[in-house]
């Protein structure tokens, strides 16, 4: 699926390599975890294949999937925002190639070229607005009472 959250639909083709010129390519088998909650938010991925499931921690239970990401999508949106924490956990549910990244090295050049930070600023906001909007659909689908969307 193509999304305006995919790497080349968000970032203009002018910076489109820079957060990958600091990356490696890095395989996941399903079941893997790439970082849980609570947890330093650095590297950062972007999935070359495969699927990777977003999920919360609930105490005593498997983690709980929130969402899902594939081709072009970015895994790990707090490495950006301080404290720089994760606030979720991420799972590859099949074998995953990605390019992880150090968010460091990101940081650093944006640091120095404000252009490529608002970049990449808009770019995990597009990615963060619609994973707010993915979980609001899926709430609603399954809390919604039938046919009003209302409360009850």
Do not use: C, K
């Not at 999935?47 to 081709?71: I, K, Q, S």
């Not at 979720?88 to 190639?97: F, I, K, M, Q, T």
């Not at 995990?124 to 009472?145: F, I, K, N």
């Amino acid at each position: 699926m193509t999304t305006v959250t995919t790497v080349n639909a968000a970032v203009p083709a002018g910076h489109r390599e820079r957060p990958v010129q600091f990356a490696r390519q890095v395989p996941f088998e399903a079941g893997a975890r790439l970082f849980g909650e609570g947890r330093r938010a650095d590297p950062f991925w972007i999935v070359r294949t495969g699927a990777v499931a977003l999920d919360l921690h609930e105490p005593g239970r498997r983690p709980a999937a929130v969402g899902m990401l594939r081709h072009g999508e970015l895994v790990g949106l707090s490495w950006h925002f301080p404290p720089r924490m994760g606030q979720l956990g991420a799972e590859a549910v099949s074998p995953v190639r990605t390019w992880e990244s150090d968010a460091e090295a990101v940081r650093a050049v944006y640091a120095e070229d404000p252009e490529f930070g608002f970049t990449i600023t808009v770019w995990l906001g597009l990615a963060g607005t619609d994973r707010l909007d993915r979980s609001r659909t899926r709430l609603l689908d399954l809390y919604a009472p039938q046919g009003n969307g209302g409360l009850a």
